[in-house]
């Protein structure tokens, strides 16, 4: 321990990872444990003898490579979309989907479930801090009788965790505070 002590701090670490039979970073964990450090004149000479690796590759004066083809494209012509293509994606208008249990319909402002736009279009605009309800409690009937029009607090009330019996209330403060631990320290790496 005492000879690295000694050539630590004038000797790169991939010398001593030869001389001591191991790998380079074995050694900067022995030296992290240990506290050593490399001395000044190390680095000014390491910095010397690296410093023409940092330099630009093109020297000034010298012409780039791609000069003189600006918009030209080569290679890559067949994989190209021609103009009026659509995406694979692509859905017209009208077109149905689900996102989180319930149905949205695509318009031309985009996605919009189509609860609230069956709602809207027979009885207008839905106001402020109220919200459209499924009366039979599936969310697959969009028909305009099976919705009705709730207020923020009768919303709450029928959807609020507290509702539940003391041990489903327990259940779901457990899971909320997991999942805050979660978000806060992230999932660890392995």
């Known amino acids: ?3 690295f002590r000694l050539l630590f701090p ?3 670490n991939k010398d001593l990872a ?3 039979n191991c790998t380079p970073n074995v050694i900067k964990n022995i030296a992290y444990k240990n506290k050593l450090r490399k001395d000044k ?3 000014q000479g390491y910095l010397r003898n690296t410093a023409h690796k940092h330099l630009p ?3 000034k004066g010298c012409t780039s ?3 003189g083809t600006k918009g030209v494209m080569l290679n890559g012509a067949e994989t190209r979309f021609v103009k009026g293509q659509r995406p694979h994606n692509y859905h017209p208008i ?3 989907s689900s996102y989180r249990d319930f149905i949205t319909i695509k318009t031309e402002q985009g996605y919009k479930p189509l609860h609230r736009l069956t709602w809207e279009q027979h009885n207008g605009k839905i106001p402020p801090f109220k919200y459209i ?3 039979d409690g599936n969310k697959e009937n969009c028909d305009i009788s099976n919705l009705e029009m709730v207020d923020k607090m009768h919303f709450m009330k029928e959807h609020h965790p507290m509702k539940y019996p003391k041990e489903i209330k327990d259940a779901i403060n457990i899971k909320r505070e997991i999942t805050k631990y979660i978000k806060k320290h992230g999932k660890k790496q392995d």
């Open 133 to 135: 309800v499924f009366k």
């Open 65 to 67: 490579w791609c000069k």
């Open 94 to 96: 009208g077109h149905l």
């Open 1 to 3: 321990m005492d000879e």
């Open 10 to 12: 004038v000797t790169h």
């Open 18 to 20: 030869v001389k001591f």
């Open 41 to 43: 004149d190390f680095w």
């Open 57 to 59: 590759k093109f020297k």
